[in-house]
T-cell receptor
């Protein structure tokens, strides 16, 4: 079953509104979660690394004030797209890193199901 | 130069065919390597990790050549359900950040 839950799966909103997306690790604690963005037929691009209890680390070119990230607990990170515009329409995906036992499969990242945002 | 490069495809193959995907990475400090599978409009799912000695999981075989900074994925006896985009992913040691290739699209037809 899913180990990372992302909600909502689909959002349609008007230009200028803010949208909050939640990402939860279901049966493990994730001190670090990641937020990605994917345009059609393109690969995932990391937007930011969300750190529990501290500020997120944003990738170059990603506006901090536009994409607000909060990681208030070990199982929940949220991404808020503020004052959304049509160019923000995209597929947003979160992931959480989970330590696994053994030496060959450490820190596998598990992905949420994604949120498809359409800004009209 | 992109950090992870893949042939975008698409690869159109008949059922039962063997198909190979290649990937190169630019950061020699990369230590962990993965193949993820992504279906249309879905999230990526881990297909397999790639180990230095090469590894196999059923019909899937992954190889790593550190000297050439090259990773491969071989799929034998292709099934219709293998149709998807295959993402080559690398991670530098000490970092949790994954770097994704743009993906190679595979279409298996009857």
């Amino acid at each position: 079953g899913a180990v990372v839950s992302q909600h909502p799966s689909r959002v349609i909103c008007k230009s200028g509104t803010s949208v909050k997306i939640e990402c939860r690790s279901l049966d493990f604690q994730a001190t670090t979660m990641f937020w990605y963005r994917q345009f059609p037929k393109k690969s995932l691009m990391l937007m930011a690394t969300s750190n529990e209890g501290s500020k997120a680390t944003y990738e170059q070119g990603v506006e901090k004030d536009k994409f607000l990230i909060n990681h208030a607990s070990l199982t929940l990170s949220t991404l808020t797209v503020t004052s959304a515009h049509p160019e923000d329409s995209s597929f947003y995906i979160c992931s959480a890193s989970r330590e696994t036992s053994g030496t060959l499969a450490k820190n596998i990242q598990y992905f949420g199901a994604g949120t498809r945002l359409s800004v009209l | 130069r992109k950090e992870v490069e893949q042939d975008p495809g698409p690869f159109n193959v008949p059922e039962g065919a063997t198909v190979a995907f290649n990937c190169t990475y630019s950061n020699s400090a990369s230590q962990s390597f993965f193949w993820y599978r992504q279906d249309c409009r879905k999230e990526p799912k881990l297909l397999m990790s790639v180990y230095s000695s090469g590894n196999e999981d059923g019909r899937f075989t992954a190889q790593l050549n550190r000297a050439s900074q090259y990773i491969s994925l071989l799929i034998r006896d292709s099934k219709l359900s293998d149709s998807a985009t295959y993402l080559c992913v690398v991670k530098a040691d000490g970092y949790n950040k994954l770097i994704f290739g743009a993906g190679t699209r595979l279409a298996v037809h009857p």
